[in-house]
């Protein structure tokens, strides 16, 4: 349940603000004046609630469900509770994402600067954008309008942040240019110098890494999430990339539009990862190589090789996904054989 220690409240609405929020429809025998005054999901939600149903998993809970209305794809109306109101959406996930930001509006950010904050000479800071405490924010960087610094945030030299973006605590940004409506959370470190040095004598000797790193508009980049400056080509992070917790952007990566990579996962130098292509948790990407648009890695999966629009792996090596379950069931298959014999 929401804990309004934490999340600031809004409504009650009616179904039929919420569904002219979502582009719903009220369904037939449901009261579109019906109010509601929060959100919950399925198996916590109480009369007063809105809930959604969008994986088949959890219809047992939907029809169990007490919660007082639920957003739900048109062909699941007929398994809801005899008293539950229904909003249908072709997207139940997304419509609920709409009514949960509704519910649950971020707060504004107000213009205020904390006294213990550090301005270098020459910064621009934008209209009613919060500088939290113990912010650190270098000469002649540039803030954008309704930006918000968080706690211990460092924001190096020279360093341009766009309108509508939050900078987490603790976060470090460096040699980097981050676009509007982006969504850097705290720990992240951004433009710190790439793994590059030349190994052809000893001590190996550092190669000095002069691009930046290039953030482009709604981004999101987790917690712990580190992105290396380029050696001399530019790091790139597409538009509307969403990037999680603790992952690793070598130098001179270029990121796509509308890439996902999940936790853990790390992507090596130099390597070009096209639009729409998504990286599962641990997955492993070596440097120089070409991702596709659209491919898919599959979570712990090693990619040594250029990976085809579209194209779909799993394993380390990674192969075709189809193949490597062919070979896991093949694996399994000989187990249980050398198991019966060993008996």
Not at 117 to 142: K, Y
Not at 169 to 187: D, E, F, W
Request: aromatic share 4%; net charge negative.
């Amino acid at each position: 349940m929401v804990d309004d220690r934490f999340f600031r409240r809004a409504g009650p609405f009616t179904l039929q603000q919420l569904a002219d929020l979502t582009g719903a429809a009220v369904a037939a025998g449901s009261d579109p004046d019906r109010r509601v005054t929060g959100v919950a999901p399925l198996s916590a939600a109480g009369p007063d609630d809105i809930s959604f149903l969008d994986n088949q998993r959890y219809l047992d809970d939907f029809r169990q469900s007490r919660a007082g209305a639920c957003i739900v794809a048109p062909e699941q109306a007929g398994n809801a509770p005899d008293d539950m109101a229904l909003l249908l959406a072709d997207k139940p996930y997304r419509g609920y994402a709409a009514i949960a930001a509704a519910f649950h509006p971020d707060q504004h950010p107000t213009g205020q600067i904390d006294d213990s904050a550090r301005i270098g000479r020459g910064v621009e800071i934008g209209e009613q954008t919060d500088i939290g405490p113990g912010a650190v924010i270098g000469e002649e960087a540039v803030i954008g309008d309704r930006c918000r610094i968080g706690a211990n945030a460092v924001i190096a030299p020279g360093v341009s942040v766009g309108d509508d973006t939050t900078v987490g605590a603790g976060a470090t940004l460096s040699h980097c240019l981050i676009g509007a409506r982006v969504n850097i959370h705290p720990g992240v470190r951004i433009g710190q110098r790439g793994f590059g040095f030349d190994m052809s004598d000893f001590p190996f000797r550092d190669v000095p890494q002069l691009g930046r790193v290039i953030v482009e508009e709604d981004v999101e980049i987790g917690a712990n999430t580190s992105i290396d400056r380029g050696a001399g080509p530019d790091t790139v992070i597409g538009a509307g990339s969403k990037l999680d917790n603790l992952v690793q952007i070598g130098h001179n990566v270029r990121l796509g539009r509308g890439c996902v990579v999940v936790a853990q996962a790390g992507v090596a130098g130099s390597t070009v990862i096209e639009d729409f292509v998504a990286l599962g948790g641990q997955a492993g990407v070596t440097g120089h190589i070409r991702l596709g648009t659209g491919a898919q890695i599959a979570a712990q999966a090693g990619v040594s090789r250029d990976v085809a629009a579209g194209e779909r792996l799993a394993g380390s090596p990674a192969m075709p996904s189809k193949q490597f379950f062919r070979l896991v069931a093949i694996w399994q298959r000989l187990l249980k054989t050398k198991g019966n014999k060993d008996e």
